[in-house]
Each structure stands twice: as structure tokens, then as C-alpha cells.
Nanobody, 125 residues
């Protein structure tokens, strides 16, 4: 079991930047990939970005490509999501997730078995 704790959400204006953090503990040695999802009110949870633990390859949803950047710190088992040029449509609860089994792409919710509690990001216009 991997435990995840997110931090860094808040209220910002359109065009501002924000950085989310997610620290993994527990069986963190079993992580294959970590990622970020988000869920806006009345909408389904959607994929935002992920990073493979081995090799560090990254992948982004089209809606955030070029604005968001995911990174990792092996020493602290922490991932980050740097969010730039934020838009009101980025408003959502952001969830960190960890995958502890193999998958082809790690872009589906079902690929991830451990989830954080979520952190609110609100972007005002």
C-alpha cells in the first residue's frame, strides 16, 4: 500500500502559476508511475499528467500540454505539478495517484491503485 499526501492548492487568478506536490510513503519502492487527475464540479475525473518512475517519461492531456509540467524527486518520493498560465477551466480538485502494477500507458484511473485526498485549485477570471 502506498500513501499519498498532496499539497499546494489554492485560489489564484487567471494567468497565475501554482505548484502542487505529492509525497508518497509506505511501499513506495513498488511504484511504476505516478500521476495527476482532476475533477471539476459535475464532471468526471479526468487525466492530467503522469510520469513513469523508471526512465521518467512524461505524458500530458492535450488541455494542459505546454502549460503544465510534471517532475519527480527520487530522494523524497515526491512528484510535482507546475501549473502555469492557469485558466478558469483548470478549476478542479486535483488528485495525486500512484500505480503499483504494470500498464501500457498509465493514463486511465483504473491504472492507478493509490490515491491522495485531493487538493482544491480555483482559478478566478
Amino acid at each position: 500500500q502506498v500513501q499519498l499526501v498532496e499539497s499546494g492548492g489554492g485560489l489564484v487568478q487567471a494567468g497565475d502559476s501554482l505548484r502542487l506536490s505529492c509525497a508518497a510513503s509506505g511501499r513506495s519502492f513498488s511504484i511504476y508511475a505516478m500521476g495527476w487527475f482532476r475533477q471539476a464540479p459535475g464532471k468526471d475525473r479526468e487525466f492530467v499528467s503522469r510520469i513513469r518512475w523508471s526512465g521518467g517519461s512524461t505524458y500530458y492531456a492535450d488541455s494542459v500540454k505546454g502549460r503544465f509540467a510534471i517532475s519527480r524527486d527520487y530522494a523524497t518520493n515526491t512528484i510535482y505539478l507546475q501549473m502555469n498560465s492557469l485558466k478558469p477551466e483548470d478549476t478542479a480538485v486535483y488528485y495525486c495517484a500512484a500505480a503499483t502494477r504494470g500498464s501500457l500507458n498509465y493514463i486511465r484511473s483504473a491504472d492507478f491503485g493509490s490515491w491522495g485526498q485531493g487538493t482544491q485549485v480555483t482559478v478566478s477570471s
